[in-house]
């Protein structure tokens, strides 16, 4: 793996779009960017007083090779969280040396194929015995209601495999045990300090159960938005939060007339001027972009031309293996760092 590089690392809040998008950006505040390796108080993962968020991936259902499916993880007090499993999750869980079995607890915020699809590899692969794999307890999965019965289903997809591989290589069954519970919104998660709460969101009429999720630790918060337009629910959630990861959209005019398809996308994600809107509502000390449907000919700078004309805050546009840390130095309630760094080009 390559050095990584820091970002920026600022005693109070740090701005700071990835280097390689801020000549995209010229309409962003200006970019504090220090080439350098990542903090070495950042290198240990399983830190308890670290609260750091990564960007495992940043896209859509789009097969890039460079912004993975949607899929964020979580760590806080030394637990690991997962939330989404787009494609390449494995992949890039694996680029930071994170055994796939290592995970604490899995969460899903609908059932969108491009939040699912990285499920079953990090699942059947997590269980294997090399040092990638190694899960030896019940694999830990919340999600709306069908949480439960889609775990069934990849049990019965995949029992042919799971029974060669307990009889041939002797892989113990409680590995591939996925503990599945349908959870209701609320608190759906508390463990050593650690506090998960599903919300619904806004993903259209046609797209319920939705959720985003709010992780607190040690008074600090992280709300991920989840896939939404503009939601009251979100701007409630991140009000005042540290650090809020909203999805963004941007499709053209031109694509829009010329394929009517695109409406429906348009019509249950977040535009550009719904996300300035939510970010300017809820005032999160850092506005973090994930799953980023660039669309046509759409460009991360023009995305960043239009939040700027209505949001003037600490905004991220995130590549996959952007890495957030909140520092926890001080009370609950003071002005911490928020570090970011970029693991890789
Ligand atoms: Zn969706
Ligand atoms: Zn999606």
């Known amino acids: 793996m390559k050095p ?62 460079t ?42 915020t609908h059932f969108h194929s491009d939040h699912l699809v990285g499920l079953p590899d990090l699942w059947l692969t997590g269980w294997l015995r090399p040092p990638y794999g190694r899960r030896d307890r019940p694999m830990a999965l919340y999600g709306p209601a069908g949480t439960r019965a889609l775990a069934e289903g990849l049990r019965q997809a995949f029992a042919t495999d799971i029974a060669i591989r307990h009889k041939d290589e002797g892989s113990a069954l409680t590995g591939i045990t996925i503990d599945a519970h349908d959870v209701a919104p609320g608190v759906v998660y508390e463990k050593d300090g650690v506090r998960v709460t599903a919300f619904e969101n806004d993903h259209g009429d046609n797209i319920r159960p939705s959720y985003g999720y709010r992780i607190d630790y040690r008074g600090r918060s992280v709300v991920l938005s989840g896939d939404t337009r503009f939601s009251p629910a979100v701007v409630a959630q991140a009000r005042n939060a540290d650090v809020l990861v909203h999805c963004v959209t941007l499709i053209p005019d031109a694509l829009l007339a010329s394929n009517p398809a695109y409406r429906a996308i348009y019509d249950h994600l977040s535009s550009p001027e719904d996300a300035a809107r939510v970010f300017q509502a809820a005032a999160p000390r850092l506005a973090v972009f994930s799953h980023i449907g660039l669309n046509g000919d759409a460009t ?10 209505t949001y003037a805050g600490e905004l991220l546009v995130g590549e996959d293996l952007t890495r957030v840390e909140i520092s926890l130095d001080g009370r609950a309630g003071s002005s911490g760092g928020i570090a970011v760094w970029q693991e890789k080009p």
Request: proline share 7%; charged share 15%.
């Open 67 to 108: 912004r993975a499916g949607y899929s964020t993880l979580v760590e806080a007090g030394g637990q690991k969280l997962v939330f989404d499993f787009g494609r390449n999750v494995s992949v890039r869980l694996w680029e930071l040396r994170i055994p796939l079995g290592s995970i604490d607890a899995h969460f899903l």
């Open 4 to 65: 990584s590089r820091l970002l920026s690392m600022l005693s109070g809040i740090a701005l700071i779009f990835a280097s390689a998008l801020s000549a995209a950006a010229p309409a962003a505040a200006p970019v504090a960017v220090t080439p350098s390796a990542a903090p070495a108080r950042a290198a240990g993962a399983d830190r308890a007083d670290a609260f750091r968020v990564t960007l495992l991936g940043t896209g859509t259902p789009v097969p890039s090779p």
């Open 300 to 309: 991360v700078g023009q995305i960043v031309e239009r939040v700027r004309k």
